[in-house]
């Protein structure tokens, strides 16, 4: 369905269910005038419920193209973690590159200022011997930085198949769904206050469905990457000489220990039910115990992996550190653009310039794992569409490509960042509560903003401001701080509003 067709058919709709008094003329009561009532009624829901149906193939476009962007990361993952023992891919604040044998892996980390170049090499290799390097310069080029390997630590690491790896891997997914699930939350509420004609009980409750879906997928994921973990470890457990693959681990046989292990038999519909509502503790989706109803307890062998750890190939990193002033270079690079768009949208330098930093650390061609995109991580179906439809009358998401471009990314933040100012939480009337929680709702939305304050978790942001206006600035923050449905929303208040001091000196 074309973009004319679908907003067409949103014309249609709206047009059909939102106006009875205009009922008389479209084609449900042209209908009824030559058929029964009751023939007639029944019409009209079968289409009522068809329109809903399209409606709702038109919102999920972005999702079906979100869910295949995650299917597609996550066999990227699965692979890496058979090769390296663990799945490092580029980030917001993080580049990662590799060679085509994946035997090389370059990172360039803009949160700690570093660049490191992996090899993985046989485990006999002296770390010292410049033979390593033979099939690369020692002037390394990595996104744009020049790396000079003479000047860097050199270290060494076993390809490791642990627990604690498997747990960083099932993190991910964690963050993941939790940032998928706000920006659910976001989305939600803009289509919420287009007024469609919709229903809010239908958007909502497709909301509420689309929570669930996230979080089954989530516990699907969660589980294959604990079924990726346990057959690689399972493998050489129960083989004495090692193959010839590219990561290989021995584990010690010798001192394996028996233990119950509980494996799950079906999801609870209730448990997911409830997180979906909530909003909260979605760190259950990594507990098979907490998502199922039914389980059986077997003994399996508990595998020793930390005792004797030989992998035949091991990894050699060379690590540098990065100009000290290469955030600042960024910086001053974008500085002149958020200055342009803080007088154009009447927000503060400092407040841009220090979302920038947090978002992707100025780096234009950022890309979060929402997804997110650009200087100040907008996503097109929820922060783009709301500039577009505001600012630019385009009633439709943004492109990503769009959001590469530094002046359209500034632009559009800077814009949606004025919409939240001066009209989603116009009614907070302290200028300092306000920013604090325009912050919150540029990563979360101004409904979870409302739904922090409101003893109902309503989304009435009018009801929010009320308890808002009764407390100091310093009770706002702190009750953000304390009752944002997300923790990646906590700490992403914690650091902006630690950041826009760093700022202030130059603007």
Known sequence: MNRFKSNLLLW????????????????????????????????????KQEFYRWLDIYFTEYENWRDE??????????SLIDTWGEAEISDNHKHVEYDDIKSTRKI?????????????VDKSTDINNPDILKDSNTKQEINGYSIDLNKAVISESLINYSLINENKEKQFIITQTELQMNELDIQTERLLRANTGVPDSFIQERAYNKKKSLLRNAHQRISLIVKKYDSIRDKFSNNNTLSNEN?????????????PAIIPKKIDDNKIDSLAENNTNII???????????????????????????????????????????LKDRALTYLPLAIEESQRWDINTPLIMAIIHSESAFRPDAKSHIPAFGLMQVVPSSAGHDVNKHVRNIDAPMKSSDLYVPPINIETGSAYLNILNTKYLKSIKNDKSRLYCVIAAYNTGAGNVARAFNENRSTNINNASKIIN?????????HLYNNLPYDETKNYLKKV?????LYEENT
């Open 12 to 47: 249609i709709i709206s047009s059909a269910i939102s106006n009875t008094a205009l009922a008389n003329t479209d084609s449900f009561s042209e209908l009824s005038r030559s058929t029964s009532n009751s023939n007639s009624n029944k019409y009209s829901e079968d289409n």
């Open 69 to 78: 962007y995650t299917k597609n990361l996550d066999e990227q993952r699965l």
């Open 108 to 120: 360039i980390d803009y949160e700690h200022n570093t660049a490191t170049i992996s090899i993985i």
């Open 247 to 259: 990561s290989l681990v021995i584990v010690d046989k010798d001192n394996t220990v028996s233990k």
């Open 284 to 326: 259950a989706v990594s507990s098979a115990q907490t998502l199922t109803t039914e389980s059986e307890t077997i003994t399996t062998p508990e595998l020793n992996v930390t005792k004797k750890l030989i992998p035949e190939k091991k990894i050699i990193s060379y690590t540098v550190n990065l100009p000290q002033n290469s």
């Open 470 to 478: 009764s407390m100091t600035p310093e009770e706002v923050y702190n």
């Open 497 to 501: 509003t630690s950041r826009i001091s």
